[in-house]
C-alpha cells in the first residue's frame, strides 16, 4: 500500500507542475501573439505615415488604445535608460519609447530613429518571447521539471490562496515565487521527497527502515 501511494503522491505532484508549466505556455503565446500583432500594426501606420505622408486614423485608434498595454508588457525592453531629444542639450531618464513616439508621429515631432528605436525594441521582445517559449517546450518534456513546478506550487498554495482572496498583489506573488529562499526550500523538497518515494516504491518503507537500522549498527560497530 506504502508504495501505491507514494506513486500516486508522485504522479500528482507531476501532474500538477505538467499543468502550471502548460498554463503558463499558453499565456505566453497569447502575449506573443499580441506583441506581434501591435509590431504588424505600428509598421503600417508608421510606413503609411512616412511614405505617403498621411496618418491612418483607424490604425492610430488602434496603437493607441492598446499603447499602454504594449508599454508595460515591454517593460524595460520598451525603456531607454537616458534619451535626447533632437537638437537638445538634455537628457531624459527611464524613457517609454513606444507611449512617447506614436503622438509624436501624429504631432509632426517624432524623429525616423525614435519610430526604428519602437521597432528594434518590439522585435529584441519578441525575439525574448520567443525563447521563452522554446525553453517551456524543453520543460513540459522533463518530468523532473514537472515534479520541480508541482513541489513549487504546493509550497506557495498559501501565498497564491492570499492574492486569490485579493489580500496581495501580483507582484508580491511574483517576487516570492521568484525568491531564492522559495527556490531552495521547493528544490530540497523534491530532492528529499523523490528519494524517500523511490526508496519506498523500491524496498517498502519498513523495509527501508530496517536497512537503515542495520548499516547504523555495523558503522557505530
Given amino acids: 500500500m506504502d508504495r501505491i501511494q507514494a506513486t500516486l503522491f508522485l504522479l500528482v505532484l507531476m501532474g500538477i507542475g505538467w499543468v502550471r508549466l502548460l498554463l503558463d505556455y499558453r499565456k505566453l503565446k497569447q502575449r506573443r501573439a499580441f506583441v506581434d500583432e501591435y509590431f504588424d500594426k505600428f509598421n503600417q501606420f508608421a510606413n503609411t505615415y512616412y511614405m505617403e505622408r498621411r496618418i491612418n486614423q483607424e490604425l492610430y485608434s488602434w496603437l493607441t488604445y492598446k499603447v499602454t498595454r504594449i508599454q508595460s508588457e515591454l517593460g524595460d525592453y ?3 535608460a537616458a ?3 533632437a537638437f537638445a542639450n538634455y537628457m531624459l531618464q527611464d524613457y517609454p519609447i513606444i507611449i512617447n513616439t506614436l503622438p509624436g508621429m501624429v504631432r509632426g515631432t517624432a524623429y525616423q530613429s525614435d519610430v526604428g528605436t519602437c521597432i528594434e525594441s518590439l522585435m529584441r521582445y519578441m525575439g525574448a518571447m520567443d525563447e521563452g517559449l522554446d525553453d517551456f517546450a524543453r520543460q513540459l518534456r522533463n518530468p523532473f521539471i514537472w515534479l520541480r513546478e508541482g513541489v513549487r506550487f504546493i509550497t506557495l498554495l498559501p501565498i497564491l490562496i ?3 482572496s485579493g489580500l496581495v498583489g501580483p ?3 511574483r517576487r516570492i515565487s521568484n525568491s531564492a529562499l522559495i527556490k531552495i526550500i521547493s528544490g530540497s523538497i523534491v530532492i528529499v521527497g523523490l528519494i ?4 519506498t516504491i523500491v524496498l517498502g518503507w ?3 527502515i530496517n536497512v537503515t537500522q542495520s548499516l547504523l549498527r555495523k558503522v557505530i560497530k
Fill in 83 to 85: 534619451y535626447r531629444p
Fill in 78 to 80: 520598451g525603456v531607454l
Fill in 171 to 173: 507582484s508580491f506573488v
Fill in 196 to 199: 524517500s518515494s523511490i526508496v
Fill in 162 to 164: 492570499l492574492h486569490w
Fill in 206 to 208: 519498513e523495509q527501508f
